[in-house]
């Protein structure tokens, strides 16, 4: 995990967190490439050096790139435009996604760590 943060945290500029280039590289890219049935095949029938130096590796790169700024401009769009979805979103959050309980704990690791508010 320590080189993946390492890395990442090169190949972004701007006001992005690390959990941002983290999130958008394993979770969303990640996720979009692993849909991919031509990579699967691929993977199972190659080793990990053609597989790398596949061109529909670098297609389906950029495919996956596009795709999730597709998807991520269309759900923020509809979030600003709807108040019912921003509230949804605000109930998932409090409820399964545990955002208070996940806060707290944040905020117990960090006092117990030495840091305060």
């Known amino acids: 995990m320590a080189e993946i943060i390492a890395r990442v945290n090169d190949l972004f500029e701007g006001d992005l967190t690390e959990d941002d ?6 979770n969303v ?6 849909e991919s049935e031509e990579l699967i095949i691929q993977a199972e029938n190659n080793s ?5 130096a596949s061109p529909t590796l670098s297609s389906e790169l950029n495919n996956a790139i596009m ?11 509809q979030a600003l435009n709807s108040a019912r979805v921003r509230q949804e979103m605000k109930d998932i959050l409090m409820g399964p996604a545990q955002l208070y309980e996940t806060l707290r704990q944040r905020g ?10």
């Open 48 to 52: 990990k050096a053609q597989f790398e």
């Open 67 to 77: 795709d999730a700024l597709a998807a991520h401009t269309a759900m923020s769009t």
């Open 108 to 117: 117990g690791e960090r006092r117990v760590g030495g840091g305060s508010c």
């Open 21 to 26: 280039k983290l999130v958008y590289l394993n």
């Open 29 to 34: 890219l990640m996720g979009k490439l692993l």
